[in-house]
């Protein structure tokens, strides 16, 4: 029989976690089935009981159960517990493990567009969950400078209290959006504005050199501002794939290509 595979959230049927995770198995001739599971608001933990009694092999977490999922799972990776976030699950022993691959996913996708992150000066806009989960793997995967920039100063400065101590090689520091300024390698935009259609204004005196948008399909007035001033950029698609594959590679033991799926 294939292994089992889902992907759980609350609404679910946006989800291209399938078609992802069938084309990697296409690829790499793993045996797989891959679904879309809808759990009651209130019903996150019986749900991934429920799939794992059933035998299934792993499951991927999204909104809005990733805080949910940290809070079950027993075993944790070095990178999850930073995130406070799971986004993938799977059963060893009869314990339930789980890892963040948001971060990784990212890098994966910033790597694959050709651009470098050693010794990289990063401004991220936000800070949520989604500017949680990334910062560990950028350091780790060699930036050095990042400013976390949020509508809400004290949301930034707890995430820099927070997370400064996991990342001691790298400088982190908070700034409020309406008075960025500086020079950044990159520029990452991880506030929820494009997915709720809202307006985000760069300052003039704003300079970088890469925009990464971790949203994608979306209209965004950050990517639109980037490419006005001819400034290379991307759309969170990447990001979306490089995580999926990170997860494949957990559960399946091979680690499909991301170019191939761009
Ligand atoms: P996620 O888990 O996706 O990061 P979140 O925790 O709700 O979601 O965080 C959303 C982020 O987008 C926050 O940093 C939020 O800023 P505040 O902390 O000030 O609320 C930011 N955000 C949402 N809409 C925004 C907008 N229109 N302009 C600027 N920042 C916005």
Redesign the pocket.
């Given at each position: 029989m294939s292994k089992q595979f889902a992907v759980i959230g609350n609404p679910i049927e946006q989800s291209r976690s399938p078609e992802l995770h069938h084309a990697f198995a296409a690829k790499t001739g793993i045996d797989l089935r891959y679904s879309k599971r809808l759990a009651p608001l209130d019903g996150f933990e019986a749900s991934v009981q429920d799939f794992f009694a059933h035998g299934g092999s792993g499951m991927n977490v999204t909104?809005p159960f990733?805080e949910q999922a940290f809070a079950q799972c027993q075993v944790l990776t070095e990178r999850a517990k930073i995130a406070k976030?799971v986004n993938t699950l799977w059963m060893q022993d009869g314990i339930l493990h789980g890892d963040n691959t948001d971060g990784q996913g990212l890098v994966d996708a910033i790597h694959a567009l050709g651009w470098s992150l050693t010794q990289s000066r990063i401004l991220i806009?936000?800070?949520?969950?989604?500017?949680?989960?990334v910062i560990y793997p950028l350091v780790q995967a060699g930036a050095k400078h990042i400013v976390i920039a949020?509508?809400?100063?004290s949301?930034?400065e707890q995430l820099v209290t927070d997370l400064q101590q996991h990342v001691p090689q790298a400088e982190l520091s908070a700034t409020a959006?309406t008075t960025l300024t500086g020079e950044f390698d990159l520029v990452i935009n991880?506030?929820?504005?494009s997915?709720?259609g809202?307006?985000?204004i760069l300052p003039e005196q704003l300079i970088f050199h890469h925009a990464y948008e971790?949203a994608y399909g979306k209209p965004s007035s950050f990517l639109d501002q980037a490419k006005a001033r001819g400034i290379p950029s991307s759309e969170g698609f990447g990001m979306l794939v490089g995580q999926a594959i990170e997860a494949f590679s957990i559960w399946n033991g091979v680690k499909p290509e991301l170019k191939d799926f761009l």
């Open positions: 909104v990733k976030a806009l936000g800070a949520g969950g989604a500017t949680r989960g949020n509508r809400t100063l949301r930034a959006l991880a506030t929820s504005a997915l709720s809202e307006t985000l971790m």
